[in-house]
Each structure stands twice: as structure tokens, then as C-alpha cells.
T-cell receptor, first 107, second 115 residues
């Protein structure tokens, strides 16, 4: 089966950095996605990792270690609009999602 | 603009009633998916389809049915057999199911509640 774990909630201050960890145990692996979801809205794609290492995209970066079954999403220079749920999803023969991490950015 | 359209945004179901959620995409994507999202839980896959006239059960297909008569459309029926249908339902599409680096694009969701 699939097991994908993320922290439930995180709180940070505007302008700060937050790191959201994701650990996974899946029967197969063909890449890992991060999505952002604002309350009541559709998830939107943030990043994709298939090889080990860091992928940087503006204020957001994502890291993957396949041997450790571990990924993180790094959000820098936090803004109020970054308050949302962040979903880790592992691509096996289908996407399996973690429960999501709710990030609250405080002024 | 291309995208995925789900309707209605809010839907109410009476006990013993079947309801159908619409999902239409104009992205020319081959694969389409239905997910259910409950508070505090991740998205769970209900059904998916790689090609017209073919679809597969996901992790929680019981009490649901789908059809894929057209590439653009993948409606989901929540049947009376689904005893706990209250949830947020999300439709998604992608270029090819299982394509390693192609993200899924999501519709805005339908929130289903029981009267």
C-alpha cells in the first residue's frame, strides 16, 4: 500500500522561511509532486521531482531523496497569500496524496 | 482559455437519490480522474480513465459510477449505495495517465451535501 506522511499544520511569520516535510513508502515511484490548495479551491501544481536533489522555482523549492523516501517543500519570503494547504503526492501508477499541511502565515 | 469545468459548485442530495457531477475539459487531455476530499484527509481516487470508453476503479469506487463516452467529459454519479457522500469532489485531467512529469490539472470542485 501507499503511506505518505506530512505534518498537519505549520505557522510562520510573514517574510520568514518554512519547510514542509513529506515522507513516503510506496510500492513504486515515478516522481513526486507538490500542490498548493487554498480553502475551497482546486489544487494547483507547484513542483515536480523525479531525481534526487533540489528544484528551485522562484520563492518555492522542492527537494527529493529517493533512498530516504523523503521530500520537502521550502517556501521563502513568506507572504500572507501563501496561507494554504500544501499537498505532497507520489506518482506510482497513479497519484497518491498525503493529507496535506496547512500553513498559516502571520503578520 | 483551456481548463476543467465542474458543475454544479454546490449540490444537495436526498436520501436514496442518485446525483451526477459534471466534469468537462478542453485541454485535449487523454486521462481524467475523480477524487474525493474529506476534512483532514488527502485526496482519494474514486475512478480514472485513460481513454474513451474505458475506466478503472480507484481506491474508493464503491457507491460511485462513471462513464467516458467523450474525451472531453467524465461525469461521476454518486449512487444511493454511497452511504456517506458528503465531501468535496475534485475532477482532474492529465496528458497521459502515469506520465511521469505531467501534472494533473484540477477543476474547482463540487461540494456535495446530504439533505
Amino acid at each position: 500500500g501507499q503511506n505518505i506522511d506530512q505534518p498537519t499544520e505549520m505557522t510562520a511569520t510573514e517574510g520568514a522561511i518554512v519547510q514542509i516535510n513529506c515522507t513516503y513508502q510506496t510500492s513504486g515511484f515515478n516522481g513526486l509532486f507538490w500542490y498548493q490548495q487554498h480553502a475551497g479551491e482546486a489544487p494547483t501544481f507547484l513542483s515536480y521531482n523525479v531525481l534526487d536533489g533540489l528544484e528551485e522555482k522562484g520563492r518555492f523549492s522542492s527537494f527529493l531523496s529517493r533512498s530516504k523516501g523523503y521530500s520537502y517543500l521550502l517556501l521563502k519570503e513568506l507572504q500572507m497569500k501563501d496561507s494554504a494547504s500544501y499537498l505532497c503526492a507520489v506518482n506510482d501508477y497513479k497519484l497518491s496524496f498525503g493529507a496535506g499541511t496547512t500553513v498559516t502565515v502571520r503578520a | 482559455d483551456g481548463g476543467i469545468t465542474q458543475s454544479p459548485k454546490y449540490l444537495f442530495r436526498k436520501e436514496g437519490q442518485n446525483v451526477t457531477l459534471s466534469c468537462e475539459q478542453n485541454l485535449n487531455h487523454d486521462a481524467m480522474y475523480w477524487y474525493r476530499q474529506d476534512p483532514g484527509q488527502g485526496l482519494r481516487l474514486i475512478y480514472y480513465s485513460q481513454i474513451v470508453n474505458d475506466f478503472q476503479k480507484g481506491d474508493i469506487a464503491e457507491g460511485y459510477s462513471v462513464s467516458r463516452e467523450k474525451k472531453e467529459s467524465f461525469p461521476l454519479t454518486v449512487t444511493s449505495a454511497q452511504k456517506n457522500p458528503t465531501a468535496f469532489y475534485l475532477c482532474a485531467s492529465s496528458i497521459v495517465r502515469g506520465s511521469s512529469n505531467q501534472p494533473q490539472h484540477f477543476g474547482d470542485g463540487t461540494r456535495l451535501s446530504i439533505l
